[in-house]
């Protein structure tokens, strides 16, 4: 069976072709590096623009050194996630792929050492990336956690799945969850019931979280008696939380003032952790709480920041390449305003020079 590149994003080969192979020895693991209707190695031969052929339970792949040499070393990272259980997809090829093309692929055994959490229905809650893995030690080690990055990195279902193994555990009495009440650029004007019925909306993901973890049941049980606490933010001001596990979701809503009330709640027992992403604040020109915050406080002791990268979205392979993309255009913005800057002056010292 013969895979080829059509369209890859390298464009032409670079230097000359060479080709090189992948034993993957059986049957069973060769199917699940292949991925379903060979997914995997269509994703990787257009990513790579290469040339892939399977034969028997090897598999062969010609192109450019670089890109060969990438893909060798994407497909033993497969099989190294094959034999640790896990079926891989087009997203975790996409993953290997970017992990590869920094040196680092040898980093994914390490992401097989034990659960995070197990849900209501006994499914295993496992890290998927490495930025990932080191945002969990970092809750496990330190009292106060910024987790900063895109969406789809797992942050705040992350700190939810912490949350609620720290409360098994007993190391909590409860479980805190809150977020800052504003609106991503649209007017909801005003919403109708009681307080839980207007902030329902804004804590959707957390609850959902939590719902999956604990089971429906266990979780209205826990909310009755006050075991488990969702507010918005502006509710935390003159409270001390001890013996608790409070996580702050879309952190980077929160203004200055408001992040540091909320971060002196904070009593004995107590475990904290931020999440937002700073590319998405709707505070009409006020500077972020999270942005200032993860400046002046990183590098404090019992304090971590992790910044967690497009490289850890677990969501569709797609929202990598959209993040990518809003990226580029953000860093091209200075660029084009210098551009446009020296063109102006350029046309006034000319019209002053007629």
Do not use: W
């Amino acid at each position: 069976m013969k895979i080829s590149a059509f369209g890859g994003k390298g464009g032409t080969l670079k230097g000359i072709k060479i080709s090189d192979k992948v034993d993957l020895r059986t049957v069973d693991k060769l199917a699940r590096v292949l991925g379903a209707f060979d997914e995997n190695l269509n994703f990787l031969a257009r990513e790579l623009n290469l040339t892939a052929y399977v034969e028997g339970v090897k598999i062969r792949l010609e192109g450019d050194a670089e890109s060969v040499s990438l893909g060798v070393k994407v497909l033993n990272a497969l099989a190294k996630l094959s034999e640790q259980g896990e079926t891989p997809d087009e997203g975790r090829t996409a993953y290997c792929i970017e992990l590869a093309k920094d040196g680092r692929t040898e980093e994914l055994a390490t992401l097989s050492a034990g659960a995070v959490a197990v849900t209501a229905r006994g499914k295993q809650i496992k890290c998927k990336t490495v930025g990932q893995k080191e945002y969990v030690d970092a809750i496990k080690k330190n009292t106060v956690v910024f987790g900063v990055g895109p969406a789809g990195t797992g942050k705040t279902y992350l700190a939810v799945c912490m949350a609620v193994t720290a409360f098994k555990a007993k190391q909590v009495e409860k479980i805190i969850l809150t977020r800052p009440a504003v609106e991503a650029g649209e007017k909801l004007g005003f919403l109708p019931g009681d307080l839980q019925t207007k902030v329902d909306p804004y804590l959707r993901p957390l609850y959902d979280a939590l719902q999956e973890m604990l089971g429906l049941e266990t979780y209205a049980k826990l909310m009755e008696r006050g075991a488990i606490e969702v507010a918005p933010l502006a509710y935390m001001r003159g409270r001390t939380l001890s013996n608790a596990f409070i996580i702050l979701d879309e952190a980077q809503n929160t203004t200055k003032e408001q992040m540091k009330m909320f971060l002196t709640r904070m009593g004995e027992g107590s475990k904290t952790v931020v999440t937002g992403d700073i590319t998405q604040i709707d505070l009409d020109g006020k500077e972020s709480g999270l942005v200032q915050a993860t400046k002046i406080l990183e590098g404090v002791e019992g304090i971590a920041v992790c910044k967690l990268t497009a490289q850890d979205v677990v969501r569709h392979p797609l929202v990598m390449r959209i993040i990518r993309a809003y990226e580029k255009a953000d860093e091209e913005k200075p660029v084009r305003r210098e551009n446009k800057k020296l063109k102006v002056e350029r046309e006034t010292s000319k019209k002053e020079g007629e």
